[in-house]
């Protein structure tokens, strides 16, 4: 086995592995059914945007290629997007849960007495029991990042 004549950079490209290079589509199937042999596999013609076979039939009973699944990258702005669309949704609900909910209830809290329509009554307690959460998850966090620094503290003792 050869070495290579350089060093192995992981975000250096094949050249083999780009579409254009002849040995990219060597021996694999056309939508015709033909090995290709990387002239003729289902690329574009020099000067068009058509397939080099798109004038070529299809086989009875062939069933045309599906181009190959994209790969997705997930960005901050794409998560952001989601997270602000998702959120306007549950503000949309929500926004119809309080409309259909203005029937007025006696409220009593800890000595204090009052009347309040049930969806603002129920959208409390529900922004309540969020704080709570918010509150015991921030503790834990807090917890596990101090017992984090601890072991890197310990560990740079030991060296």
């Known amino acids: 086995m050869t070495q290579p004549s350089h060093d192995y950079d992981p975000n250096e490209t094949d050249p083999a592995s780009t579409p254009d290079h002849p040995a990219a589509t060597e021996g694999v199937p056309t939508p015709t059914g033909q090995a290709g042999s990387g002239a003729l596999s289902g690329r574009a013609r020099p000067g068009t945007d058509a397939p080099a076979n798109q004038d070529r039939p299809s086989p009875p009973g062939a069933t045309p290629a599906t181009p190959a699944p994209e790969e997705r990258h997930v960005t901050r ?14 503000m949309v609900l929500l926004i ?18 009052g009347a309040v329509s049930l969806g603002i009554a129920l959208f409390i307690a529900a922004v309540g029991g969020g704080i709570l959460v918010a509150v015991a998850g921030a503790a834990r966090i ?14 740079q003792r030991v060296r």
Not at 77 to 90: C, E, N
Not at 142 to 155: C, E, F, G, M
Request: glycine share 4%; aromatic share 10%; no cysteine.
């Open 77 to 90: 702005a794409g998560m952001v997007w989601a997270a602000v669309a998702t959120a306007l949704a549950v």
């Open 96 to 113: 119809a849960f309080i409309l259909q909910n203005q029937d007025y209830v006696q409220v009593r809290f800890f000595g204090l007495e």
């Open 142 to 155: 807090i917890q596990l990042r101090a017992a984090a620094h601890r072991r890197r503290v310990l560990a």
